[in-house]
C-alpha cells in the first residue's frame, strides 16, 4: 500500500507523473524502478522510500487516474442544473476520460493477467464510484420531480442496467461514434436511455 504520508508530496506527484508516463509507453513489465528514479533525477532509494516496490508503484498511478477521472466527473456533473444535463455531462466526461486513459488502459490490458488481483480490485471500486454516480442523478432527478417515482429497488435495477450499458459504450469502436459530435451525440443517448423514467 501507498504510504499516507506522501498524499500531497510534490516529488510523489513528480514520482507518479514519471512513472504514469513510462508505464504508458513501455508496459509495467519493461519499465523498472531505475527507469522511474532517472526520469524524476533521484535515487532509486528516493523511490523505495515511497513505495516498497513497482506494483505498489503502479497500483498508486491507477488509483491517481481514478481520483484524476472522478474530479474532472464532478466538475462536469455539478455544473449542471437539470438531472438530465447532469446525465450527458456523465457520460461526455465518461467518454472523453476513455480516450484520454487510452494508453494506460492498454497497458493494463496487456498486463492483466500478471497483475490480476490489483487490477481487478481498482477497477471494481472505479465501477462502483459510476455506479454512485449515476444513482445520485436518478436520486437528484425523482427528488426534484424530473423523474418519476421510483423505489430504492428501481433506482438499483435501473442504475446497474444504466451503467452496464455505458461500459459497452467505453469498447473500442463505439465511443468514438458517440463522440464524433459528442454533446449531440450523447444528449440524444441520453434521451432514449431515460425516456422510461422522464415525467
Not at 447532469?86 to 466526461?93: D, H, P, T
Not at 487490477?119 to 449515476?134: D, G, N, Q, V
Not at 421510483?150 to 444504466?162: A, G, L, P, R
Not at 465511443?175 to 425516456?195: F, I, N, Q
Request: proline residues 2%.
Amino acid at each position: 500500500m501507498v504510504s499516507p504520508l506522501t498524499n500531497d508530496d510534490g516529488l510523489n506527484k513528480e514520482i507518479l507523473q514519471a512513472a504514469k508516463m513510462l508505464f504508458s509507453k513501455y508496459g509495467l513489465k519493461k519499465t523498472t524502478m531505475e527507469d522511474v528514479a532517472k526520469a524524476v533525477g533521484k535515487g532509486k532509494s528516493t523511490l523505495y522510500y515511497y513505495y516498497p516496490g513497482k506494483n505498489e508503484l503502479f497500483e498508486a498511478v491507477v488509483k491517481e487516474e481514478i481520483n484524476n477521472a472522478v474530479r474532472v466527473i464532478r466538475l462536469a456533473v455539478n455544473e449542471e442544473k437539470t438531472a438530465k444535463l447532469k446525465f450527458e455531462a456523465y457520460l461526455i466526461s465518461r467518454l472523453k476520460l476513455k480516450q484520454d486513459y487510452d494508453n494506460l488502459s492498454k497497458v493494463i490490458f496487456e498486463d492483466i493477467f500478471d497483475h490480476f488481483r490489483e487490477i481487478f480490485k481498482l477497477k471494481r471500486e472505479f465501477e462502483s464510484t459510476h455506479l454512485a454516480f449515476i444513482k445520485e442523478i436518478i436520486v437528484n432527478g425523482v427528488q426534484c420531480g424530473e423523474f418519476k417515482k421510483m423505489s430504492e429497488e428501481e433506482i438499483n435495477f435501473f442504475s446497474n442496467w444504466t451503467n452496464a450499458a455505458f461500459v459497452g459504450l467505453e469498447m473500442p469502436n463505439h465511443s468514438s461514434a458517440c463522440l464524433t459530435d459528442s454533446k449531440e451525440s450523447c444528449g440524444r443517448l441520453v434521451e432514449m436511455v431515460l425516456a422510461g423514467i422522464m415525467k
